[in-house]
């Protein structure tokens, strides 16, 4: 089999990124990189800073990530989009005009005999459990506020999101997320270790969202990945067939 790739938290159009058609460009690079390696690419959510589709009308930009993407689907290499925390209001015109696999629940699935369990992360995270981020998310999927929403003009909506979400990317230490919080703490590796519990053939739960890199073994024949991002750390997982391993993209040097 080729390979399968998983990334995600690329955030592009992020107003807190500098440079952010190089940031683009990067992501780019490596999905050419890869394209005729690859059997499936599962972008596991948040690939856009803020995403909001009107019935008519798209967010602006992101041009050459988009047509990269329906590039790859249409060499037929399966393309799965998870809806993360800033791009889950996404409708259907990524499946429509680019061919992806939309998923906006975790999905377990076999590949090349292992069991994965693949999911963005929040709201499965620990410490997602906090009464004002569960406020936060109510609101963000009430379909009312939506329908709401949808009546401003996207001028004004969409930079009110993108303003949102710069904000809350500044308002954290040099713009990044906390660190590591140890396997006793870390949101997302307690919810594995409980999931096990009922779900002890999954192999290899990937999630995206903490924007920190791990790769750490659960018992014996599970492993948990989360997957860094595309702001610092360029990181990506390759499965093989086999193995599953994590690396960083580094143009002109690295070989995805």
Not at 20 to 38: G, M, Q
Not at 71 to 98: A, I, P, S
Not at 131 to 141: A, E, P, S, Y
Not at 162 to 187: T, V
Request: negative net charge.
């Amino acid at each position: 089999m080729k390979n399968i790739y998983f990334l995600s938290d690329a955030h592009l159009g992020s107003r807190a990124i500098e440079h952010s058609r190089t940031h683009e460009r990067r992501l780019v690079n490596f999905l050419d990189s890869i394209k005729h390696k690859a059997e499936a690419i599962y972008l596991l959510g948040d690939m856009f800073d803020f995403w909001y589709e009107f019935k008519l009308v798209v967010p602006k930009g992101y041009t050459r990530f988009l047509g990269k993407i329906s590039e790859l689907t249409d060499m037929g290499v399966e393309v799965h989009y998870f809806v993360g925390n800033h791009d889950m209001w996404c409708g259907d015109y990524l499946e429509k005009e680019c061919g992806v696999i939309l998923h906006r629940e975790p999905q377990t699935c076999e590949i090349g005999g292992k069991v994965f369990y693949m999911a963005h992360g929040d709201g499965l995270d620990y410490a997602d459990r906090h009464w004002k981020v569960r406020l936060i998310q109510t609101i963000f999927h009430s379909e009312t506020l939506q329908r709401l929403f949808s009546m401003l003009h996207p001028r004004w909506s969409v930079d009110f999101g993108l303003e949102w979400a710069k904000h809350s990317r500044l308002k954290r230490i040099d713009g990044k997320e906390p660190p590591y919080q140890g396997e006793d703490k870390e949101g997302l590796v307690l919810y594995a270790k409980d999931y096990l519990k009922d779900y002890p053939e999954i192999n290899y739960f990937i999630f995206g969202h903490r924007h920190i890199e791990l790769d750490l073994m659960l018992t014996r024949d599970s492993r948990i990945l989360i997957l860094g991002d595309w702001i610092n750390s360029f990181s990506y997982a390759t499965f093989d067939g086999e193995n599953i391993f994590m690396d960083q993209f580094i143009e002109g040097v690295t070989q995805p």
